[in-house]
Each structure stands twice: as structure tokens, then as C-alpha cells.
């Protein structure tokens, strides 16, 4: 690949609704800049953009791939996202990196949900944006449809660059408004502009000459004055809106069919911006609040973001970056500050889907990857060691779908561990963690299919077989009154005996107060040694549970009185003691289970509120307020979490997939006692299971 300039780079984002067809245009962007020499296609598993087995099996993305495209003297970084809300942290990732968005829709579906979710993403970013209405060959496909759509859903400018020729079975390729021109077929031929469509794109090249024109006060006056503004002139104005955000062009085409890509790929380089023209990132100094401005300039100082990583099967962890500031070189030494560490930069490489290229450089505004970096995980910054710097990372959704994962065998049970951990680098949205009250190991993702393609990772990265199940609730166990035990613990057998009598009083405390043990003992009935053995005995009761197997919470114990022999007393009398008496003492307070209520927020098409509402009212939810915002509406409730454990699938049913939804810890409160006879019935009857 030939070296370029910054000014003759590009780094645009490919955002969508899954099924809109980004890897096909993807695919049809690398094919007409001459970067394969046939044309791959989703179906078959053929394309460069979904190279990872599980993409082919499934026939839709689940990575993102960098596809670089060569195109009349400047080099075009595609990243190409998945499109299903699952896997928006790699949507997220990219959107970090890229300098402009295109936002891909279906002719026939027009904006869904997923274009929705992305277009946030990128407008998190402000990203200058085109909007591409591909498959315009499909049946029902409406350019003017989905125009309209557009303008309701989104507030902004949309100006269409470009008309269809044709629609449906006879969409045969697009008309240029800006040099008034018709490009036809795979090949983009100029043509005349069909006689048909001369009055239609009159009209819309007003549209587009008025926006050119309000973007630049020369060019307005120019317009005003009756004078005619040359495509250049056109061009000049248009580039500003785009870039400042306020000119959305829209432009059409059918990836599958290869039309309208030509036309697409002169766009990016006549409008979108390069890394010099995009706004300069802001980067801090370690232990400082100083700021620090910085340009893409390939002598400035070093400042590298990782924003994606991946366990390759052959060369190890590949970390995917982008160079923000000077220029990254192999065989190198850089720094991470974030764990004041160097790194070693070996062989440095373009990436095209799985495809390696050795480089000697990367400048500032290239993308680029490199292997078996030792401590860099996604969202480190890299740089040299005497001008440390950090850019701002990325932000990921929490996880909603949790799983319990057990190792299949032995041998998968002693990798179980670092394998969950090297999936979580790969993917920050991928958690996972020891939950102490179930004694489970909890995977947590951002839906079934997501937990669906870890889980197969771990095994085809990994080698670790896992089965998966629904997690248990982790409840807590507390009292609801103040109540008094006491217990004598006498063992008499040949040789030394045992004895240790305890009086405990249990109050209950505030929630989230934890444990309070207090000595009230006076007069010497226990020696000040075996009060530390008591608070031990009970520590091991308050783990195991009373009633339900479940953690023991927000309890004071007070130990007023007690006998010890001088003789028989010890410490592992004591111990027994004490949690024999603590579990007396509980058993009289009154104790109930504590269940956790999650604070949930959910975003649905208005059509939608009454059956999301009706179900969350067979979900003991309390809802908390609504909202209307631009035909949405926005619902926050406090649900416990035994009843959200799968409503990611509920939701999605329920909506048609176009409701979205997000779940945080807020509080423990008691269990309904209805519902905790049946929970403590079912951990007594898995007890004796279990002996």
C-alpha cells in the first residue's frame, strides 16, 4: 500500500441497523477501489469484512473490521460495525476513532431502532454524517420514503446529494446534483439525466444549492444576488455544513448490486473531513489537570489510542489503534501510563478484515494494529515515556444478561478463570465475577447472542468448554427485630474436653450498615481471647446463611454473657458456640429475606408503552415517572432483579426488537413473604439434595 499524507486520509465509520447491508457495501467499496478482485457476499461467507467463523455461521457481523480502500490518491479507513445491539461496544469503539459516520438504511425498513442507537452514538461524537439508502433495488424500496422518515426521526438538514435512477427490479444507478450529471452501473458511466427526471432534479438541486450557500457568507451573498454558484462553489459550501453538522447530504445506491458506490466513494473524499480537518483531541497530563490540544501531526508528540482487542489464534493479542499525534514506529519502545509501564512495539501492521500487512510506520491519522502487547487493554493511551499523555477512552453500557458458567471438565475448570479474562479484554462489555452469595461464576454481556458468541469463543480461542445456566438470585438474609440466644457448647470425650457458653442479643441494623459485633460481657464470664473466636463463629454463619443458604446482612451481635471452664475452654469451643447461638438468636428475629431491586429504564416506540407497562405490572415493578421525547416513550421503574433476569428477550418480543433498556443496582428490600416461603423451600430442598 502506498504511503499518504494526513490530508489524504479518511476514517469513516460504517453505523446501522443490523441486515441494512454495511458489510455488503463495505464489500463493494473494496471491489471498486481495487482492492479485491471479486466481489464476496454475506450469504456465502465470502466477504473481507466478516472473516471470524462465528460471522460466517451466523451471516452477520459480530466485530468490527478496519477495510482500507484506495481511491483516486487517498486511502479510506471503512470500519465496518455490527449492525445488532448486542455488540454496540464495537460500535462504540469505532465511533471513537473515526473522523465521519455513514449511516446505512434499507430502502424498505427505512430508520429502525439500531439506526437510532447509532446515530446517538455518532451524534456522542458530533460526527459529520451522509445518510445511505441502500437496496434500492429490493421491492417497496422508497428513497423518498425514507427521506421523510429521517426528517421525523432525527433533528437536521437532510439534503439528498443525489437522486435515484429507477427503483426496485429498475434502479439502475444515480443522478449527481451537484454536477448535474447521471452515473449508471456498476461502472458509474456518465450519462444525460433521464428527460423524466429533469423537473425532479431541479427542485432537489435547489434544496441543494441552498444549503451549500448557508454555509459559507461569500457564497450566500453570491446566491442572493441571482448569480449562479459553480459546482466547485457547491462543493465548498456543502463541505462546510457537513463538517460542522449542519448539512446531513443523503445519497442512495444498492451494495449487492454495486450502484451508487462510485458516486459514494467520491463523496467521502469531496466532503467528509480528514484528521486534519476534524476537531483536534483534547489529551491530559498524568497527575495533572493540565490539557493538552493536539493535531494530527506526525512530528508532534507520540499519542496513540487502542481502541479494539483481539485474541488472534496465531500471533496472540493483535491491539487495534489509532495514531493521534506523531508517528508510531516498529521495533520501538512506548509507555502506557495508565500502569506505568513500557511497552515493546514489534512489527507494526495494516489491517484489511483478517488480512496483515507489515508497515515500518503508522502517521498520525492512520489506523493500524500490533501483536503481544503485554499490559495495553482497549482504551489506553500509548506514548513516549518524557511527554506522557492520556486521551479520553471510551465509555461501554453496562451488562444486562448474566449467565452462571461451569467448566465442563476438570481441565476446563483450571482455565476457566484466565480464559473469562482474556474474553473481557477482548471485549469490555463482557464482565465477569465470583457472585459469593450463589457461589456462582456470573458471565455478563449485553444479550443472548452475545453470551451466545463468548461462550463459543472460549471455547474455539480458548479451548475452555463452559455450561451455562440462569444465575441464581443473590439474595441476603436479615432480622427484623431484636432477639436474645443463648448456647453451651460442652463436649466430653476421652482426653481433653471442650466447653464454651455464649449469650448473644441480635439487633437489626440500617440497610447497607454491614456488621457490628460488640463485647457487652463484663465481670470476666469470657476472657477477652475467646471474644475474637466467637465473632469468628458467627462470621462463618453470617456466609453460609440461616434460612435460605443466602449471606447474612445488616446485624449487630452483642455478647453480654457466657461461661468458660479453665480448663476444657478453647478456642474452637468457642467457635462453635458462637455460630450455634447465632443461628438460635436469628431463628427468633424474625428473619426474612432480602431481595435486589434494580432501577430500570426503558425507551420504546410510544405504540408500544401499554404492553410494556402491563408486563412490567406482572413484574412487581414500581414505576417511577414517564416521558415523551420525539415520539418515544421513556419509562423508569424499580424492579426486583429475580424478575429481570431474562428482559432482554422480553423486551425484544414485545417490541419487535425496537425497544432498548438499561438496569443498575439500586437498593436490597424484603422479599414478599408469599415469595420467600417458596425461595427458602427450594435452598432446603437443594440442602438435602446436596447431602
Same mark, same amino acid.
Given at each position: 500500500?502506498?504511503?499518504?499524507? %494526513?490530508?489524504?486520509?479518511?476514517?469513516?465509520?460504517?453505523?446501522?441497523?443490523?441486515?441494512?447491508?454495511?458489510? #455488503?457495501?463495505?464489500?463493494?467499496?473494496?471491489?471498486?477501489?481495487?482492492?479485491?478482485?471479486?466481489?464476496?457476499?454475506?450469504?456465502?461467507?465470502?466477504?473481507?469484512?466478516?472473516?471470524?467463523?462465528?460471522?460466517?455461521?451466523?451471516?452477520? #457481523?459480530?466485530?468490527?473490521?478496519?477495510?482500507?480502500?484506495?481511491?483516486?490518491?487517498?486511502?479510506?479507513?471503512?470500519?465496518?460495525?455490527?449492525?445488532?445491539?448486542?455488540?454496540?461496544?464495537?460500535?462504540?469503539?469505532?465511533?471513537?476513532?473515526?473522523?465521519?459516520?455513514?449511516?446505512?438504511?434499507?430502502?424498505?425498513?427505512?430508520?429502525? %431502532?439500531?439506526?437510532?442507537?447509532?446515530?446517538? /452514538?455518532?451524534?456522542?461524537?458530533?460526527?459529520?454524517?451522509?445518510?445511505?439508502?441502500?437496496?434500492?433495488?429490493?421491492?417497496?424500496?422508497?428513497?423518498?420514503?425514507?427521506?421523510?422518515?429521517?426528517?421525523?426521526?432525527?433533528?437536521?438538514?437532510?439534503?439528498?446529494?443525489?437522486?435515484?435512477?429507477?427503483?426496485?427490479?429498475?434502479?439502475?444507478?444515480?443522478?449527481?446534483?451537484?454536477?448535474?450529471?447521471?452515473?449508471?452501473?456498476?461502472?458509474?458511466?456518465?450519462?444525460?439525466?433521464?428527460?423524466?427526471?429533469?423537473?425532479?432534479?431541479? &427542485?432537489?438541486?435547489?434544496?441543494?444549492?441552498?444549503?451549500?450557500? &448557508?454555509?459559507?457568507?461569500?457564497?450566500?451573498?453570491?446566491?442572493?444576488?441571482?448569480?449562479?454558484?459553480?459546482?466547485?462553489?457547491?462543493?465548498? *459550501?456543502?463541505?462546510?455544513?457537513?463538517?460542522?453538522? #449542519?448539512?446531513?447530504?443523503?445519497?442512495? *445506491?444498492?451494495?449487492?448490486?454495486?450502484?451508487?458506490? /462510485?458516486?459514494?466513494?467520491?463523496?467521502?473524499?469531496?466532503?467528509?473531513?480528514?484528521?486534519?480537518?476534524?476537531?483536534?483531541?483534547?489529551?491530559?497530563?498524568?497527575?495533572?489537570?493540565?490539557?493538552?490540544?493536539?493535531?494530527?501531526?506526525?512530528?508532534?508528540?507520540?499519542?496513540?489510542?487502542?481502541?479494539?482487542?483481539?485474541?488472534?489464534?496465531?500471533?496472540?493479542?493483535? +491491539?487495534?489503534?489509532?495514531?493521534?499525534?506523531?508517528?508510531?514506529?516498529?521495533?520501538?519502545?512506548?509507555?502506557?501510563?495508565?500502569?506505568?509501564?513500557?511497552?515493546?512495539?514489534?512489527?507494526?501492521?495494516?489491517?484489511?478484515?483478517? &488480512?496483515?500487512?507489515?508497515?515500518?510506520?503508522?502517521?498520525?491519522?492512520?489506523?493500524?494494529?500490533?501483536?503481544?502487547?503485554?499490559?495495553?487493554?482497549?482504551?489506553?493511551?500509548?506514548?513516549?515515556?518524557?511527554?506522557?499523555? %492520556?486521551?479520553?477512552?471510551?465509555?461501554?453500557?453496562?451488562?444486562?444478561?448474566?449467565?452462571?458458567?461451569?467448566?465442563?471438565?476438570?481441565?476446563?475448570?483450571?482455565?476457566? =478463570?484466565?480464559?473469562?479474562?482474556? !474474553?473481557?479484554?477482548?471485549?469490555? +462489555?463482557?464482565?465477569?465475577?465470583?457472585?459469593?452469595?450463589?457461589?456462582?461464576?456470573?458471565?455478563?454481556?449485553?444479550?443472548?447472542?452475545?453470551?451466545?458468541?463468548?461462550?463459543?469463543?472460549?471455547?474455539?480461542?480458548?479451548?475452555?468448554?463452559?455450561?451455562?445456566?440462569?444465575?441464581?438470585?443473590?439474595?441476603?438474609?436479615?432480622?427484623?427485630?431484636?432477639?436474645?440466644?443463648?448456647?453451651? /457448647?460442652?463436649?466430653?470425650?476421652?482426653?481433653?474436653?471442650?466447653?464454651?457458653?455464649? /449469650? !448473644?442479643?441480635? &439487633?437489626? !441494623?440500617?440497610?447497607?450498615?454491614?456488621?457490628?459485633?460488640?463485647?457487652?460481657?463484663?465481670? *470476666?464470664?469470657?476472657?477477652?481471647?475467646?471474644?475474637?473466636?466467637?465473632?469468628?463463629?458467627?462470621?462463618?454463619?453470617?456466609?453460609?446463611?440461616?434460612?435460605?443458604?443466602?449471606? %447474612?446482612?445488616?446485624?449487630?451481635?452483642?455478647?453480654?454473657?457466657?461461661?468458660?471452664?479453665?480448663?476444657?475452654?478453647?478456642?474452637?469451643?468457642?467457635?462453635?458456640? =458462637?455460630?450455634?447461638?447465632?443461628?438460635?438468636?436469628?431463628?427468633?428475629?424474625?428473619?426474612?429475606?432480602?431481595?435486589?431491586?434494580?432501577?430500570?429504564?426503558?425507551?420504546?416506540?410510544?405504540?408500544?408503552?401499554?404492553?410494556?407497562? #402491563?408486563?412490567?405490572?406482572?413484574?412487581?415493578?414500581?414505576?417511577? *415517572?414517564?416521558?415523551?421525547?420525539?415520539?418515544?416513550?421513556?419509562?423508569?421503574?424499580?424492579?426486583?432483579?429475580?424478575?429481570?433476569?431474562?428482559?432482554?428477550?422480553?423486551?425484544?418480543?414485545?417490541?419487535?426488537?425496537?425497544?432498548?433498556?438499561?438496569?443498575?443496582?439500586?437498593?436490597?428490600?424484603?422479599?414478599?413473604?408469599?415469595?420467600?416461603?417458596?425461595?427458602?423451600?427450594?435452598?432446603?430442598?437443594?440442602?438435602?439434595?446436596?447431602?
Amino acid at each position: 500500500m502506498a504511503k499518504y499524507k %494526513v490530508e489524504q486520509l479518511r476514517n469513516v465509520a460504517l453505523l446501522g441497523h443490523g441486515s441494512s447491508g454495511k458489510t #455488503s457495501l463495505s464489500e463493494a467499496l473494496i471491489y471498486d477501489s481495487g482492492g479485491v478482485s471479486r466481489m464476496g457476499r454475506v450469504e456465502n461467507g465470502s466477504t473481507v469484512s466478516d472473516w471470524d467463523p462465528e460471522e460466517q455461521r451466523r451471516g452477520f #457481523s459480530v466485530n468490527t473490521s478496519i477495510i482500507p480502500c484506495e481511491w483516486q490518491g487517498h486511502k479510506i479507513n471503512i470500519l465496518d460495525t455490527p449492525g445488532y445491539m448486542d455488540f454496540i461496544g464495537e460500535v462504540i469503539g469505532a465511533v471513537r476513532v473515526a473522523d465521519a459516520a455513514i449511516i446505512v438504511l434499507d430502502a424498505v425498513s427505512g430508520v429502525e %431502532v439500531g439506526t437510532e442507537a447509532v446515530w446517538a /452514538h455518532a451524534d456522542e461524537r458530533k460526527l459529520p454524517r451522509f445518510a445511505f439508502i441502500n437496496k434500492m433495488d429490493r421491492e417497496n424500496a422508497s428513497f423518498d420514503g425514507v427521506l421523510a422518515q429521517l426528517r421525523e426521526a432525527f433533528s437536521g438538514n437532510f439534503v439528498p446529494l443525489q437522486l435515484p435512477i429507477g427503483a426496485e427490479a429498475s434502479f439502475r444507478g444515480v443522478v449527481d446534483l451537484v454536477e448535474k450529471k447521471a452515473y449508471i452501473g456498476p461502472e458509474g458511466e456518465a450519462t444525460e439525466i433521464p428527460a423524466e427526471m429533469a423537473e425532479a432534479v431541479e &427542485e432537489a438541486r435547489v434544496q441543494l444549492i441552498e444549503a451549500a450557500a &448557508e454555509s459559507d457568507d461569500e457564497l450566500i451573498m453570491k446566491y442572493l444576488e441571482g448569480e449562479e454558484l459553480t459546482p466547485d462553489e457547491i462543493r465548498r *459550501g456543502l463541505s462546510v455544513g457537513v463538517r460542522d453538522g #449542519s448539512v446531513i447530504p443523503v445519497l442512495c *445506491g444498492s451494495a449487492t448490486q454495486n450502484l451508487g458506490v /462510485h458516486a459514494l466513494l467520491k463523496a467521502i473524499i469531496d466532503f467528509l473531513p480528514s484528521p486534519l480537518e476534524a476537531p483536534k483531541e483534547v489529551a491530559t497530563v498524568p497527575g495533572s489537570e493540565e490539557e493538552v490540544e493536539l493535531s494530527p501531526d506526525p512530528n508532534g508528540p507520540l499519542a496513540v489510542l487502542a481502541f479494539k482487542t483481539v485474541a488472534d489464534p496465531y500471533v496472540g493479542k493483535l +491491539t487495534y489503534f489509532r495514531v493521534v499525534s506523531g508517528t508510531l514506529r516498529s521495533d520501538s519502545r512506548v509507555f502506557n501510563p495508565r500502569v506505568g509501564q513500557e511497552e515493546r512495539i514489534g512489527q507494526l501492521f495494516m489491517v484489511r478484515g483478517k &488480512e496483515q500487512t507489515g508497515v515500518e510506520e503508522v502517521i498520525a491519522g492512520d489506523l493500524g494494529a500490533v501483536a503481544k502487547l503485554t499490559h495495553t487493554l482497549t482504551g489506553d493511551t500509548l506514548c513516549d515515556q518524557g511527554t506522557p499523555l %492520556v486521551l479520553k477512552g471510551m465509555t461501554y453500557p453496562h451488562p444486562l444478561y448474566e449467565v452462571a458458567v461451569s467448566p465442563k471438565t476438570k481441565a476446563d475448570s483450571a482455565k476457566m =478463570g484466565t480464559a473469562l479474562t482474556r !474474553l473481557c479484554e477482548e471485549d469490555p +462489555t463482557l464482565q465477569w465475577r465470583q457472585e459469593k452469595a450463589t457461589r456462582e461464576t456470573i458471565l455478563a454481556g449485553l444479550g443472548e447472542a452475545h453470551i451466545d458468541v463468548a461462550v463459543r469463543r472460549l471455547e474455539s480461542k480458548f479451548g475452555v468448554g463452559v455450561e451455562t445456566s440462569i444465575p441464581k438470585v443473590p439474595y441476603r438474609e436479615t432480622i427484623s427485630r431484636v432477639a436474645s440466644a443463648q448456647y453451651r /457448647h460442652k463436649k466430653q470425650t476421652g482426653g481433653a474436653g471442650q466447653f464454651a457458653e455464649v /449469650h !448473644l442479643r441480635v &439487633e437489626p !441494623l440500617e440497610r447497607g450498615a454491614g456488621f457490628e459485633y460488640v463485647n457487652e460481657v463484663f465481670g *470476666g464470664a469470657i476472657s477477652s481471647a475467646f471474644i475474637p473466636s466467637i465473632e469468628k463463629g458467627i462470621r462463618q454463619v453470617m456466609e453460609q446463611g440461616v434460612i435460605a443458604g443466602y449471606p %447474612v446482612v445488616d446485624i449487630k451481635a452483642a455478647v453480654y454473657d457466657g461461661k468458660e471452664h479453665p480448663v476444657d475452654s478453647k478456642d474452637i469451643a468457642f467457635q462453635i458456640a =458462637g455460630r450455634e447461638v447465632f443461628k438460635l438468636a436469628v431463628q427468633q428475629a424474625g428473619p426474612i429475606l432480602l431481595e435486589p431491586i434494580m432501577n430500570v429504564t426503558i425507551t420504546v416506540p410510544e405504540q408500544y408503552m401499554g404492553d410494556v407497562l #402491563s408486563d412490567l405490572n406482572t413484574k412487581r415493578a414500581r414505576v417511577q *415517572g414517564m416521558e415523551q421525547v420525539r415520539g418515544k416513550s421513556i419509562i423508569r421503574a424499580q424492579v426486583p432483579l429475580a424478575e429481570m433476569q431474562r428482559y432482554a428477550t422480553d423486551l425484544r418480543s414485545l417490541t419487535q426488537g425496537r425497544g432498548i433498556y438499561t438496569m443498575e443496582f439500586s437498593h436490597y428490600e424484603p422479599v414478599p413473604s408469599h415469595i420467600a416461603e417458596r425461595i427458602i423451600a427450594e435452598a432446603k430442598q437443594r440442602a438435602n439434595e446436596e447431602k
